[in-house]
């Protein structure tokens, strides 16, 4: 079974941080481009960030650039996303989803969606 599972969502305060994790199944993710995904209540999906399969190469939103972080552990075959400096708006389910490149994820070809985790940031 090929599969993607998040985990690392909960609540948070606003200026906390958070760890997501993105584990693979069935796959190996090195080879693989992975990209973090969310979607909030009432708002269409977006991208947040993005990994490249061949080198460590990132790609960051604006509104979140500076503040989280996107790294792989091959070993693990598990792909993080570091979130600090929470702010509200970042509350939304997250994503993960793998694809053939960095440009075919971010342009919504995908291969394999993982079923999300919930980030809530409040006090």
């Known amino acids: 079974q090929v599969q993607l599972v998040e985990s690392g969502g909960g609540l948070v305060q606003p200026g906390g941080s958070l760890r997501l994790s993105c584990a693979a199944s069935?796959?190996?993710?090195?080879?693989?481009?992975i990209g973090w995904f969310r979607q909030a209540p009432g708002k269409e999906r977006e991208g947040v960030s993005c990994i490249s399969s061949s080198d460590d190469s990132t790609w960051y939103a604006d509104s979140v650039k500076g503040r989280f972080t996107i790294s792989r552990d091959n070993a693990k075959n598990t792909v993080y996303l570091q979130m600090n400096s929470l702010k509200p708006e970042d509350t939304a389910v997250y994503y993960c989803a793998a694809g053939n490149s960095t440009t075919l994820v971010l342009r919504g070809y995908i291969e394999v969606w993982g079923q999300g985790t919930l980030v809530t940031v409040s006090s």
């Open positions: 069935g796959f190996t993710l090195e080879y693989y481009a």
